[in-house]
């Protein structure tokens, strides 16, 4: 288990809903049409488009996978060091 | 085994990276008609409006290929398919063998038969590129037209209105996307190019461009229109002559099946240019979405290394027009309902249709009113019989 801060850039984001797809337990759309990161499923706290989340390893390919789907790249991966695991620099 | 990929987009490279990562023995073939290494069309609004840098649009780097042991071919194209003695050949004469192949060759732009200087397209990034010089290099004040009633239409509208230029929308239908909008979902539309300062040109054609050189405007049957930029969005339009020598079949693209096979031995098809046969909603369609092109590109790729693999997917498409979200889910065209339901009006700004086939939801289209987007996502999804919920979902109170 690891800790990720996951961050959606709203100005990014279109809505194509395919993180949502991937990801469900990590990212859902709002009601502007953006989406906003959950911890597995649910919302402590506020609603946020940036959150630390726990999660295993599998769980973490999963969410990459989702962030690498986003056409827009409006997903933001750091790993606890504060280094960006995705995108990619 | 011998992969060879023909379209270097989101399916095609896709495709390539999961044959990689499932067979790591075999020889994969990735030929590009584009010159650059895998970009995002959907990030061209966003570099175009200055929200990204150029470089921000590129998925993949040159080097990534070789690294992945791709064979890259880029800035060519497949000129001949033949699915008996299984080898393609290449527009500069090349034949290469192969033991099974993917078409993602996308779709082809409809243009004007006529060419002027300010006529723009927006389809790759050297079309974006173009269009951002001539943005920068016209004098202003700028006046702008649009032709065309989808997608791109709306990227142009969005794109001239935020660089000032004063800017007419033309379109051949009464409405955007006319075979899947009704009246009321158009009124909205129509209503917001109005508040937003655009001018409305329903129900036109674009009969000639005006100009010598650099183009001036256009005449249609209501009149000259004097304009000194041009977007162009008219949709696709696959020819696929190729294809159909080659005995595959072809409808308005490449026919598959769900597990993206074609009717010939070793041939498959992905991306906006595969007319492929949707589960989820009952029949075969084209979808021209970055989610569903990245998926097929997944999932045939399991099935080309014989892990066979159906394809299914809640295909969506989401744009904005001028502030307005607009959100189709499903099969959008309204001729294969059998049952509309309304939710909400124009008046009230925001307007759902829900497509029914047999009292159940196989698409929609939601303008203004995001917070249908996800339940009725999931009634396409589950094929739920809606006999008793119609009354709630015609009440736009109702929260689904």
Redesign the interface.
Known sequence: MATYRIKVDP??C?????C??IDPATF??????KAYVLDHGTEPGERTYERDVEMTDAEKDNMILAAQ?C???AIFVYDEAGTQLFPEL | MRFVIIGGGIAGTTCAEELRKLQPEAEIVLVSEEAHPLYSRVLLPHYLKGKVPRERVFLKSEEWYGKQGIEWISDMCVVKLDSKNAFVELSDGRELPYDKVLIATGGDLQTLSEDLRGVSYLRTLDDADHLLQMIREKERPLAGAVYGGGFIACEYINLFVQEGIQTTAVFRGPRFWPRVLDAESGTLLNARLAAMGVTVMPETTIERLLGEKELEGFATHRGTVACGILGIGLGIASELAWVREAGIEVGKGVLANEYLETNAPNVYAAGDGAEFFDTVVGHERLVGTWMNALSQGRTVAKTMAGERTAFRLVSSYATNLLGLEIIFVGEPDRSHADEVLVRGSAADGGVTQLFLKQNRVVGATIIGRNADRMPITKLIDGQVDVEGMKKDLENPAVIL
């Not at chain 1, 279109?14 to 395919?18: E, L, N, P, T, V």
């Not at chain 1, 859902?28 to 049409?33: C, V």
């Open positions: 100005d990014l279109i809505g194509a809903a395919s949502v797809t859902q759309l709002n009601d502007e049409n789907s056409p827009t790249l």
